[in-house]
């Protein structure tokens, strides 16, 4: 994995903190309607999908037979005129949460990703294996990676969206 990316990871995740940092408790758990997300629930919603991305990886990694899958066009995330459905798994709880409980469980789910990344000697490795995305199918697992801050940042979008609803 390039420099590129880890820096993307880190500067993704600065963004969202500094988002979301100076937001009072009923700002964070504010619901628009009944529909929509609150600002705390996105940020659940980044943590429970990191968590699974970094399961899914390390699952890949460990397929004694992986196969390799074609890169898939995962820029389409970014895009926030397409609506995606979250698959249940990832689907934030009601809250509500606290600041605090909100970053902790963010920094959770980024030293568990980390841990497992860091201790590959071959980080190329990553574009050989796959394992299944439910939405783009056998993709490599650097692309899922890539997922991590690509994700993220479709939902800094989302918090700006709601951050003017408040």
Not at 19 to 29: C, H, P, Q, T, V
Not at 55 to 79: L, T, W
Not at 107 to 123: A, C, G, M, P, V
Not at 144 to 166: F, N, T
Request: aromatic residues 8%; hydrophobic residues 35%; contains cysteine.
């Amino acid at each position: 994995m390039s420099t590129s990316v880890m820096e993307n990871l880190e500067t993704t995740r600065d963004r969202l903190l500094k988002e979301i940092g100076k937001l009072s408790f009923d700002a964070l758990n504010k619901k628009p309607d009944s529909d929509t997300w609150s600002i705390a629930q996105v940020c659940h919603h980044l943590y429970l999908t990191e968590s699974v991305f970094t399961q899914a990886i390390i699952y890949g990694h460990n397929k004694v037979n992986g196969k390799k899958a074609e890169a898939r066009p995962i820029q389409v995330i970014a895009d926030r005129n397409q609506k995606i459905q979250a698959p249940e798994i990832v689907i934030p709880g009601d809250g509500p949460w606290e600041l605090e409980q909100i970053e902790e469980q963010l920094n959770k789910s980024r030293t568990l990703f980390l841990e497992f990344y860091n201790q590959l000697e071959d980080k190329s490795a990553l574009a050989e294996k796959s394992t299944k995305h439910p939405l783009f199918g056998y993709m490599p697992l650097n692309q899922w990676v890539d997922l991590i801050y690509l994700h993220e940042e479709r939902h800094i979008e989302q918090i700006q969206e709601l951050k003017s609803l408040l």
